[in-house]
């Protein structure tokens, strides 16, 4: 085969070969497997560590909280440890295959636990080849300050090192100079498309029903693809398998209730949580015809049939309102269900089945305009995951997956009698998205580990009609005034039943490696490609409501990522300290870039608007954090540039910025964010974070000229200026009255203060004439200045 791709996929699968067949060293083993859960509720715990002491060995619990590992017979020390719970050691007699389940207890049974010894990250962050990723439990995110009195999971990864927010008062985020919509969102394995609420004052994510999340920014396993920048792995709580037990919080702005209990003891579960804003009711109350709020509710019912088969059925959905007295209407939301087995196949062999539908809506209504819009996204998508434990030194990872993608751009309707609108629906989109995937995680020798793997993706445009360009191009170039042009069909043609387009396929190589210095500290490093199918058409930095996604096809090609990091990992005091320092470079194709003056919103053939350029990140990232003692956290500092170019087609084209590079709106250079957890007694505790972050990139005027009598301004290149820097303070205080209490009611109070000194960070700049003076004038937006907020929280 001439693609080198293929002899590298031939390499891989020769190699993974002789390993399988070499797998057995000549000893008899035997397999140690399980459930590792928490003692209260039955709830299987992710990431959790299984370490056996006399052989250096172990292995972590996965998404299921199951683990398996083969041994030599004998008899050893068994480990377990894991975030805030109790550690476990127990002697074991492994002559056997033995199935064991673990059930881990609490430190604490407060209702916020305090985390006084974070998890040992010894196999975590120096002997796994895993970097460039990070993990926070729901205890740790419960430590962060919060906006208006509530928890925000989206924004507690806003404080690791090479994450950035993509503007004050919105959940969307940027991770290594990539946009918001590089990021793949996932609920349960479920894709989320918009992760706000209230134009980005929540995140769509209830804390009380989440139970741990995982930020990939680099050296992503093969399993996931779809997106070029991160991968945020959200999962949901399962429910209370033993007892009904509710909780929940009542604030200023929101609350939010959640039930969970057994549907038969000990086999299967469900939980049911929802949340609600009501201060559009104050507003009410003030004659105040405008509005604003949100509601969601997370569902999950989980069974065990057997020891080897269990069933999950998890959903979320969720809806925002806003509107402006009786002219103005903005509904949107997402809707996602997902149904699940497990299955073991044997103690070495655990699989799982996944059925998915996914759902974004977006619906506005103008009543002075007589006009009623909506559009969205749906996908299905149907995946079949297996983990192989082959040996102590050898985990193989492999499945396939098939996504059925329903692009709407929009709908026009007529809203009202008197409407003088017509109805119109804007082509519908259609795409299929196949992919395969293999990987490896193995111990090479007791100092050198390596994961590796391979993912080849597919994906299929599907239409039932598609126009023709002059050239092939479906953006024209005016060689007179030196700017770019929609340019015209030659020709349309249709599809009746709808047809393929377009097709595209890519294989995407994974590595990483991790090289133990001592047992303490280690090198890393990792190499991966991912191919990236969807676009989301947006002329703003971060993702908003009015945002639609399309699909790529012969004019909008895949995005093509290639990211290569670099990493120093070590460990202090007895892991009671720790440092990561990486570096990273990462280069895009086909980015995708507008023609000046695009009109992207209800534009029928987006096509004609859009240019494919590239872009380039690089930076380096420090992470320490303190793991220990009554007062823990982390400090993270990332210094990096994120670029975009696009030049001309042909070298009479002018290009993007001259065809220059240029900084990329939400280019950042500097970051700096540190935040602390302070157990003061049993019944105090505090926490702050301070964020300190260069400002945002911006296009400002650099002069004026009249021209029939009007003033018409004129700009530098694109992005050359700099907002203001961005910072602030956050603290809180949490008073638990009982903390000893562990049945019947327990309660806390919560009280913190967003932006305790009042920074009125620029959300942006806009630019204008004075009326009185007629001078040149800057104006600065600002959305929070200092918010106290108070929140009670309880459960019984």
Do not use: C
Not at 273 to 300: I, P, Q, V, W
Not at 377 to 386: A, E, R, T, V
Not at 757 to 776: I, P, T, V
């Amino acid at each position: 085969m001439k693609n080198p791709m293929y002899h590298y996929l031939m390499a891989i699968l020769l190699s993974l070969f002789a390993i399988i067949a070499n797998a057995q060293d000549g000893k008899q083993k035997f397999t140690l497997s399980g459930t590792i859960s928490d003692k209260a509720g039955n709830e299987t715990l992710i990431g959790v560590n299984i370490s056996i002491k006399e052989l250096k060995a172990g292995v972590m619990t996965n998404e299921y909280g199951f683990y398996s590992i083969s041994l030599p017979e004998g008899t050893y020390t068994l480990q377990v440890s894991y975030i805030g719970y109790n550690t476990l050691e127990q002697t074991i007699e492994l002559n056997e295959n033995i199935r064991k389940n673990v059930q881990l207890e609490s430190e604490s049974q407060q209702l916020v636990e305090v985390v006084i010894q974070s998890n040992r990250p010894e196999i975590t962050n120096v002997r796994k080849a895993e970097m460039s990723t990070n993990k926070l439990t729901i205890q740790e995110i419960r430590k962060m300050p919060a906006v208006l009195g509530e928890v925000d999971v989206l924004k507690s990864i806003l404080q690791l090192p090479g994450v950035t927010n993509a503007g004050e008062g919105s959940s969307g985020f940027n991770v290594r100079g990539g946009s918001a919509d590089q990021n793949l969102i996932l609920l349960d394995e479920a894709t989320v498309y918009n992760s706000s609420h209230l134009f980005g004052f929540f995140s769509v994510f209830n804390p009380d029903a989440i139970k741990d999340l995982k930020l990939y920014k680099g050296g992503i396993p093969a399993k996931f693809g779809g997106r070029v920048s991160s991968v945020l792995d959200i999962y949901q709580k399962e429910g209370n398998k033993d007892g009904f037990h509710m909780n929940g919080g009542i604030g200023l702005i929101s609350s939010r209730l959640m039930a969970e209990g057994p549907i038969v003891k000990g086999q299967g579960s469900y939980l049911v949580a929802g949340r609600g804003s009501y201060a559009h009711l104050f507003m009410k109350l003030s004659d105040n015809d405008n509005s604003a709020y949100f509601y969601d509710l997370n569902t999950k019912v989980s069974y065990k049939l057997n020891e080897n088969n269990n069933l999950f059925l998890s959903g979320y959905f969720g809806r925002d309102v806003f509107s402006l007295g009786d002219d103005f209407s903005n509904t949107y939301g997402n809707s996602v269900v997902n149904v699940r087995w497990n299955h073991l196949f044997s103690d070495k062999l655990f699989s799982n089945l996944s059925m998915i539908y996914s759902n974004y809506h977006y619906g506005l209504d103008l009543d002075f305009e007589g006009l009623q819009w909506e559009s969205g996204i749906k996908n299905y998508n149907f995946k079949y995951d297996l983990r192989h434990y082959l040996s102590d030194k050898l985990k193989l990872s492999y499945g396939a997956s098939a996504m059925y993608y329903e692009f709407n751009p929009g709908e026009v309707s007529p809203l009202g009698e008197n409407s003088g609108i017509n109805y119109r629906q804007l082509d519908k989109k259609y795409a299929f998205e196949p992919s395969l995937y293999i990987q490896a995680e193995q111990e090479l020798t007791d100092k050198l580990s390596i994961n590796y793997g391979l993912r080849y993706s597919m994906f299929y445009r599907i239409a039932d009609k598609e126009n023709h360009y002059a050239n092939g191009q479906a953006v024209a170039f005016n060689d007179t005034f030196q700017i770019y042009e929609k340019a015209q069909p030659v020709g349309t043609e249709y599809h009746p039943g709808h047809e393929i387009i377009a097709s595209f396929d890519n294989l995407e190589p994974r590595l990483a490696v991790a090289y133990q210095l001592a047992d303490n500290q280690s090198v890393k490093a990792s190499y991966n490609r991912m191919s990236q199918y969807l676009h989301l058409i947006s002329n703003t930095a971060s993702a908003t409501p009015l945002d639609v996604w399309a699909p790529s096809d012969n004019y909008i090609k895949p995005e093509i990522l290639d990211q290569v990091a670099l990493g120093y990992f070590r460990n202090f005091k007895d892991d009671a300290y720790s440092i990561e320092v990486e570096t990273f470079y990462k280069k895009i194709k086909n980015r995708i870039d507008y023609i000046d003056g695009a009109d992207l919103i209800a534009n029928n053939d987006i096509e004609q608007v859009i240019l494919n350029g590239k872009a380039r990140s690089y930076g380096m990232e420090v992470l320490f954090r303190k793991n220990e003692g009554k007062l823990t956290g982390f400090a993270s500092y990332t210094l990096s540039r994120s670029e975009q170019q696009t030049p001309g087609r042909t070298s009479n084209e002018t290009g993007i910025n001259n065809g220059e590079w240029y900084r990329a709106s939400y280019d950042k250079m500097h970051n700096l964010s540190v935040t602390t957890a302070y157990q003061f007694n049993e019944k105090w505790s505090f926490g702050g974070i301070f964020t300190l972050q260069s400002g945002k990139a911006a296009t400002f005027p650099n002069g004026k000229y009249s021209f029939g009598g009007m003033t018409v301004p004129t700009f530098e290149g694109r992005n050359q200026s700099t907002l203001p820097a961005y910072h602030h303070l956050d603290i809180s205080a949490t008073y638990t009255p009982k903390p000893n209490k562990t049945k019947g009611w327990q309660s806390e109070w919560v009280f913190s203060i967003y932006n305790v000194y009042n920074r009125a960070n620029a959300a942006s700049l806009s630019f204008g004439q004075n009326e009185d003076s007629g001078l040149s004038e800057a104006k600065q937006m600002s959305i929070f200045g200092m918010v106290p907020s108070i929140t009670y929280n309880f459960k019984f």
